[in-house]
């Protein structure tokens, strides 16, 4: 999500925001090139999500999250996240929440989904093996995550991003 706990909050600069949306505007008033579009939306998606991160970010939620979308595949527990970030597991729901406004397991499965994401636009391996490389057991359970942190099935996602 782009706001958390410590949501709303009256933002500084955002230049690059303005700049992305100015950018998509003017695609969109002339050549409407579905594919630049896409490319001025996932802009905007990136600047947004820089400027909503929290003003302050816990070193160690930071460095757990940097180790997951290392090893995405690996099987990631409450437990093993919260052995590397050397907190408990209460403690680590708790800093999620405040930071995140997610649980760590849902923080978990909004990396995979990204790294899906970027899958399935780069490559035409099966939604199997896609999921499989995310760190999904099998291809239900993978598309079953991804429509709900998406709103779309991996396939339908595929469709709308060739």
């Known amino acids: 999500p782009l706001v958390g706990a410590d949501s709303p909050v ?3 600069g955002g230049s690059d925001l303005v700049r992305a949306m100015e950018g998509l505007r003017e695609e969109w008033s002339t050549a409407k090139d579905p594919r630049m579009i896409h490319h001025w939306v996932e802009l905007i998606h990136g600047a947004a999500r820089r400027l909503a991160q ?3 970010t816990d070193e160690r939620l930071r460095s757990v999250w940097q180790k997951v979308q ?3 595949k690996a099987d990631w527990s409450l437990k093993s996240l919260a052995f590397h970030a050397h907190v408990s597991q209460e403690h680590l ?3 999620c929440r405040k930071e995140l406004g997610r649980t760590p397991m849902q ?3 909004s990396i995979r989904i990204d790294a899906a994401r970027r899958l399935l636009e780069q490559t035409n391996d099966k939604m199997e093996v896609i999921g499989h490389r995310v760190g999904y057991a099998n291809g239900f359970i993978f598309s ?3 429509k709900r942190v998406t709103g779309l099935t991996p396939v339908e996602y595929r469709g709308r991003h060739p």
């Open 54 to 56: 929290p003003f302050r």
């Open 10 to 12: 009256k933002l500084q």
């Open 107 to 109: 923080q978990v499965a």
């Open 70 to 72: 290392q090893d995405v």
């Open 144 to 146: 079953r995550v991804f």
């Open 93 to 95: 729901r708790r800093i």
